[in-house]
């Protein structure tokens, strides 16, 4: 079985990932926050909690993805992965910016996982066939 397209989200998701380490590698060098602190002025911690939720999601997201193309569909996978990368990266530009500008990008990105949640469930339980 391919998984071809959800293959190529994968990929993408992962060079989004690096792209947060980033962002918070640029500010530490900017904000002049040796590692191993993890305080800083406002702008570095806001990277920092880019990257931060961009794990946490990671973690819910991944599994839901490849249940989904496995269970339910491969294209179906990818295009509600890439809305969540669409997600990430409105949610990592706005709050970047402004904390308070996060919101929707958030929400795109916890609708898609959660798309992808249903799909798998749906796929296992054959209420779609």
């Keep these: 079985m ?3 397209w ?4 994968s990929v993408v998701v ?4 690096f792209w947060t380490i980033v962002i918070v590698g640029k500010a530490r060098g900017k904000y002049g926050v040796k590692a191993p602190s993890v305080d800083g002025p406002e702008e570095f911690l806001r990277a920092l909690r880019v990257q931060a939720n961009t794990v946490e999601q990671l973690i819910f997201f ?3 993805l490849w249940l989904c ?5 491969d294209h179906a996978a990818a295009i509600a992965g890439a809305l969540w990368v669409v997600g990430r990266i409105a949610y990592a530009l ?12 958030f929400a795109v990105s916890v609708l898609a ?11 296992l339980t054959g209420l779609i066939k």
């Design 2 to 4: 391919q998984m071809l």
């Design 62 to 64: 991944f599994p839901a």
């Design 6 to 9: 959800t293959s190529w989200i």
């Design 14 to 17: 992962f060079a989004m990932y």
């Design 94 to 105: 706005g709050y970047l910016k402004d904390p308070s500008k996060r919101a929707s990008g």
């Design 113 to 123: 996982s959660l798309a992808l949640w249903m799909g798998a469930v749906i796929g």
């Design 69 to 73: 193309a496995i269970w339910f569909s």
